[in-house]
């Protein structure tokens, strides 16, 4: 058995890629996309038709369009998993719950209007406190939201707290950051800070009993994802897949929710300002956070600009 054949036995495979013929390849039960993974699959001539169609429904407005071409790549995707695929709401709306809740809205309204239920949709949201309370009204209106941008345990602890579907806690961005300040090339899995922070959220979660799924997300090296076998969800990039496929070999189980309940965990409550204080306590977090929140909008602006000139 290979690797990926056995990981599949404690933790569900989604793909993490706009690469639509590579999820038909892979045969993951979800699939999950970004702002910087739809600028890549939007350059290759093979989903000229789904720009196309963007266009054609757009109506001449960009916004438009570009929620298309979003919904146009979810729907293409969801040809090849049985399960869910993940949809980025606007990065520039993270601080702005309102414009969150209506750009989510105006998503899962174009989903449905291409006969895809809302139970196959997650719209992935920016884990700032803006864009949690997004969730939580948006998860009382049944639109159900996978928490990206994860990096502290003060977000994790407000995503569970506001009922989410789903949190992506990242690995592989921790991992870079630690890298880089401690000036390594490597850091060994035992160590590794981003493995760790994922084992932290899970246990948390599964002593205290709350529902949200947990998809480890941003992977750097194989062993990072098989040292997190148990987690609800793992989401991996194709050439990730495609090396756990290529090792033979048993995966030993790391995450389960026996051994979580064993260990000894508070509840932590947070409000704002506490939210906000934990958060910014945590260097990493605060800087992959913001980071990430302006590289998400710096592909999604790159789009736009490529999506006018193949106008
Ligand atoms: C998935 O939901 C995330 O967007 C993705 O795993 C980020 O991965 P990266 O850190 O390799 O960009």
Redesign the pocket.
């Known amino acids: 058995m290979n690797q990926l054949e056995s990981l599949r036995k404690y933790s569900i495979v989604v793909a993490?890629s706009g690469d639509i013929d590579a999820i038909a390849r892979w045969k993951p039960r979800d699939a999950?996309?970004?702002p910087?993974?739809l600028l890549t699959a939007t350059q290759d001539a093979r989903y000229r038709p789904l720009v196309e169609d963007a266009f054609a429904r757009g109506g001449g407005d960009i916004s438009a369009i570009m929620e298309q071409l979003a919904v146009n790549f979810g729907r293409e995707i969801l040809r090849h998993v049985s399960g869910r695929v993940?949809t980025?709401a606007d990065a520039r709306l993270s601080f702005d719950t309102a414009a969150t809740v209506e750009k989510a809205r105006r998503l899962l309204a174009r989903y449905e209007a291409a006969g895809i239920s809302r139970e196959r949709v997650l719209i992935?949201i920016a884990s700032t406190w803006e864009g949690i309370a997004a969730a939580r009204q948006l998860e009382r209106e049944g639109i159900r939201c996978?928490m990206?941008?994860l990096f502290s345990f003060a977000q994790a602890v407000a995503c569970a707290e506001a009922g989410v579907t789903l949190i992506?806690p990242?690995v592989?961005?921790i991992y870079?950051w630690h890298r880089q300040a401690r000036k390594v090339e490597d850091i060994p899995l035992a160590d590794d800070p981003g493995v760790a922070s994922v084992t932290r959220i899970y246990g948390y979660y599964k002593k205290l009993g709350y529902a949200t799924q947990i998809?480890g997300?941003?992977?750097?090296k194989p062993g990072q994802i098989l040292a997190l076998a148990g987690c609800d969800l793992l989401?991996i990039?194709p050439e990730l897949l495609e090396l756990l496929a290529k090792t033979q070999g048993e995966v030993q189980r790391k995450l389960s929710p026996e051994e979580a309940r064993r260990a000894d965990v508070e509840r932590i409550a947070l409000d704002e300002k506490s939210f906000c204080w934990m958060h910014n306590e945590d260097a990493m977090a605060t800087e992959k956070l913001a980071e990430?929140i302006r590289?998400?909008d710096a592909d999604a602006r790159k789009l736009e600009q490529l999506v006018r000139s193949l106008a």
């Open positions: 993490d999950t996309t970004n910087s993974l993940s980025e992935k996978n990206t941008l992506s990242f592989g961005r870079d998809m997300a941003s992977f750097r989401t990039a990430g590289r998400f």
